[in-house]
């Protein structure tokens, strides 16, 4: 039997996926991540690995490709990744190079999110014909993955997609990238947790951004507004990559989408909002361009494994 194995790394916790060769789901395993150094970090995956196989009740000699998707300024033809603040790799480590040396098969490196948006696109045209797709990914930041052409679209400098920079109101907050009014200052999770303190009643919960939409999802009104300001943000997010790149599909994911309806619907709203103001926005934007991924499905994980595919 020959499998493939997805890797999802991220700041606090590993995800593997182990396939077989008809893309069946053989097992899935997720232990936490080893910041503490390069070594350390690799050492911590190829643990990961290794027990997932065990738990696939594969060996080692049946792998054939392993797929990384992780944070970071990430180079897949040099197989380096850097600016991984998060995992303690600021400068370029070859990541693709050390985790090919200890698993011993051929291993595809590439950015997290344009991973999870390589996943959302082969699951979106499971089922509708697709040439194209931007993933947006809202949680701790935002950023957008593109399928242009049926291929994985990077930039010349590795950073299309970073729409979470892109200002949309210069009277907005300051976000961490030290501009005004990034579309991230207002709708990732940090900032609706920030803009909800004070306004909503946290009741002596830790008031983040889940226990907002959980708030606004049982009736608080104040909660309520705190989310539908989000989402009018994150629907002029959704129509700026639509106007930008013309794709067929906008799949939304993320921590801050597993709210649920909580998540969905004021956006469903917002979106509503802008169509009625501009039958440009009705044209580009019908309601079935845009959906949120389901609540189980790991588009990072998942497209890790769609990587060792040719991109």
């Not at 009104?221 to 930008?244: E, F, I, K, W």
Request: charged share 20%.
């Amino acid at each position: 039997m020959s499998v493939r194995v997805g890797l999802d790394i991220g700041g606090t916790k590993t995800a593997a996926l182990v396939v077989n060769a008809n893309g069946r789901t053989l097992a899935e395993v997720t232990q936490p991540t080893d910041v503490t150094g390069p070594d350390r970090l690799v050492a911590g995956v190829v643990a990961t690995v290794n027990r997932a196989l065990d738990a696939a009740g594969v060996t080692r000699a049946e792998l054939t490709g392993i797929g990384v998707g992780i944070p970071g300024q990430v180079d897949p033809d040099s197989g380096t990744v850097r600016l991984a603040v998060n995992l303690n790799l600021r400068e370029p480590f070859p990541l693709r190079d050390a985790l090919q040396k200890a698993l011993g098969a051929p291993v595809a490196l590439e950015n997290d999110v344009r991973a999870a948006a390589w996943g959302a696109f082969n699951w979106a045209r499971a089922t509708e014909p697709l040439n194209s797709l931007a993933y947006l990914s809202i949680g701790t930041g935002i950023a957008a993955g593109l399928v242009l052409e049926g291929r994985l679209y990077r930039g010349r400098r590795g950073m299309a997609g970073e729409v979470g920079h892109i200002p949309i109101d210069p009277a907005g907050p300051r976000c961490a990238c030290g501009s005004y009014g990034c579309l991230e200052a207002f709708a990732a999770g940090p900032a609706i947790a920030a803009y909800a303190a004070g306004v909503v009643p946290a009741d002596g919960e830790p008031l983040d951004a889940a226990r907002v939409y959980e708030l606004a999802g049982a009736g608080e009104p104040a909660a309520a507004r705190v989310v539908a300001r989000a989402a009018s943000y994150l629907a002029r997010g959704v129509y700026l990559l639509v106007m930008s790149y013309d794709v067929d599909k906008v799949v939304l994911g993320g921590g801050v989408t597993r709210a649920g309806m909580a998540f969905e619907r004021p956006l469903r709203d917002a979106l509503t909002a802008l169509r009625a103001d501009s039958p440009l926005a009705a044209s580009m934007l019908p309601e079935a361009k845009v959906a949120v991924v389901p609540f189980d499905f790991n588009a990072g994980v998942i497209g890790a494994v769609y990587l060792t595919n040719p991109v």
